[in-house]
């Protein structure tokens, strides 16, 4: 292992780029072949988006086996027409991803709630099997010290954990309906993942799943998804390393070869969405506004459609396939 480690140092050198002022930024992507036909506004908006940022959405237009350079034609405004694309993609998203997650809150909640009581969470019984043996007792008790030091820290200043603390004995350790509006979504995905699997199987049916590890490998995904959104991440073409579980339904064969692919986490997004639609009657409008988005994409290749196929996994057909009928 050391000698390994050694020989990837000797591999690796130094960092020695200069920064670079906006006109100089706009100068070197000329030199590379970038087609840019007003300076100033180039030059606004690098200064609005910083030119790292930027690099993310051009690299797929360079040849990085010829320094960089770009392909003939590509210019300043299509990278930008698709970094705002991208931006548009990013906030649908987060809205559903936010529809979702206050769904989950309020379903894990409830469940735990009416089976084990309010305090259900803390009871090691909770999550032990009929032999009273734990299937990931120090992940409960690792996750526990994390939920009580979020109510410490994280909602110290909020009205559930203020009115509980003014009002009764027990703070930090609330109530799973106040916890669950404290905890970040991450905590909330391992909170379910630690339940037993009979009842991971019974929350999994609010959301039109027959079992517990798929929703679980969902939640997962949707953290990530939400992550990337709040942190302004590029995510029209992501490939993300996690793929989801998908249902044994014939309906999600065509995801099982594009499981990183914004394909498939976008169609379960759309698929969630109606779950909550159909079990609460909230109503979004979300699949209307995303095919809207997806038939406003930028045009960047002679052939379009193969071009957005292969970057996102959407097969051409995509509006026609019964999961995106809703």
Same mark, same amino acid.
């Given at each position: 292992m050391g000698t390994l480690a %050694? #020989? /990837?140092n000797q591999s690796l050198k130094k960092y020695q780029k200069p920064a670079l002022s906006y006109c100089e930024q706009v100068d070197l992507m000329r030199r590379r072949g970038l087609k840019i036909d007003n300076e100033e506004r180039a030059r606004q908006f690098l200064s609005y988006a910083n030119y790292y940022r930027f690099s993310g959405y051009a690299f797929i237009f360079q040849d990085k086996t010829d320094g960089d350079l770009f392909f003939d034609g590509v210019s300043f405004e299509q990278i930008r027409a698709l970094y705002n694309f991208d931006r548009a993609l990013r906030l649908l998203v987060a809205e559903g991803v936010s529809t979702i997650e206050i769904y989950a809150r309020t379903q894990i909640a409830h469940y735990i709630a009416t089976k084990y009581g309010p305090f259900g969470h803390l009871q090691a019984s909770t999550f032990q099997n009929a032999n009273k043996q734990f299937i990931k007792e120090s992940e409960w008790r690792k996750w526990l010290k994390k939920a009580q030091d979020s109510v410490r820290y994280d909602g110290v200043c909020t009205a559930p954990s203020q009115h509980f603390k003014k009002n009764y004995l027990g703070w930090p350790d609330l109530p799973i309906w106040f916890l669950t509006e404290i905890l970040n979504f991450g905590s909330l995905h391992v909170l379910? #993942? %630690? %339940?037993?699997? +009979?009842? =991971?199987k019974k929350i999994a049916r609010q959301f039109n799943l027959n079992n517990g590890s798929t929703l679980s490998s969902w939640l997962r995904l949707l953290c *990530?998804?939400?992550? *990337?959104? +709040?942190?302004?991440g590029r995510l029209w073409n992501r490939n993300l390393r996690t793929a989801? /579980?998908?249902? =044994?339904?014939?309906r999600w064969n065509a995801l099982r070869s594009k499981a990183g692919k914004p394909f498939a986490f976008l169609t379960i997004i759309n698929y969630l969405l109606a779950c909550v639609g159909e079990k609460t009657s909230v109503e979004s409008s979300w699949n209307a506004r995303f095919a809207e988005l997806w038939s406003a994409r930028p045009m960047l290749a002679e052939n379009n459609d193969a071009f957005f196929s292969e970057q996102?996994?959407?097969?051409a057909n995509w509006a026609n396939l019964e999961l995106w009928k809703n």
């Amino acid at each position: 292992m050391g000698t390994l480690a %050694l #020989s /990837e140092n000797q591999s690796l050198k130094k960092y020695q780029k200069p920064a670079l002022s906006y006109c100089e930024q706009v100068d070197l992507m000329r030199r590379r072949g970038l087609k840019i036909d007003n300076e100033e506004r180039a030059r606004q908006f690098l200064s609005y988006a910083n030119y790292y940022r930027f690099s993310g959405y051009a690299f797929i237009f360079q040849d990085k086996t010829d320094g960089d350079l770009f392909f003939d034609g590509v210019s300043f405004e299509q990278i930008r027409a698709l970094y705002n694309f991208d931006r548009a993609l990013r906030l649908l998203v987060a809205e559903g991803v936010s529809t979702i997650e206050i769904y989950a809150r309020t379903q894990i909640a409830h469940y735990i709630a009416t089976k084990y009581g309010p305090f259900g969470h803390l009871q090691a019984s909770t999550f032990q099997n009929a032999n009273k043996q734990f299937i990931k007792e120090s992940e409960w008790r690792k996750w526990l010290k994390k939920a009580q030091d979020s109510v410490r820290y994280d909602g110290v200043c909020t009205a559930p954990s203020q009115h509980f603390k003014k009002n009764y004995l027990g703070w930090p350790d609330l109530p799973i309906w106040f916890l669950t509006e404290i905890l970040n979504f991450g905590s909330l995905h391992v909170l379910f #993942s %630690l %339940l037993l699997p +009979a009842d =991971q199987k019974k929350i999994a049916r609010q959301f039109n799943l027959n079992n517990g590890s798929t929703l679980s490998s969902w939640l997962r995904l949707l953290c *990530i998804v939400r992550n *990337i959104c +709040a942190h302004y991440g590029r995510l029209w073409n992501r490939n993300l390393r996690t793929a989801p /579980e998908f249902p =044994q339904d014939k309906r999600w064969n065509a995801l099982r070869s594009k499981a990183g692919k914004p394909f498939a986490f976008l169609t379960i997004i759309n698929y969630l969405l109606a779950c909550v639609g159909e079990k609460t009657s909230v109503e979004s409008s979300w699949n209307a506004r995303f095919a809207e988005l997806w038939s406003a994409r930028p045009m960047l290749a002679e052939n379009n459609d193969a071009f957005f196929s292969e970057q996102t996994g959407f097969p051409a057909n995509w509006a026609n396939l019964e999961l995106w009928k809703n």
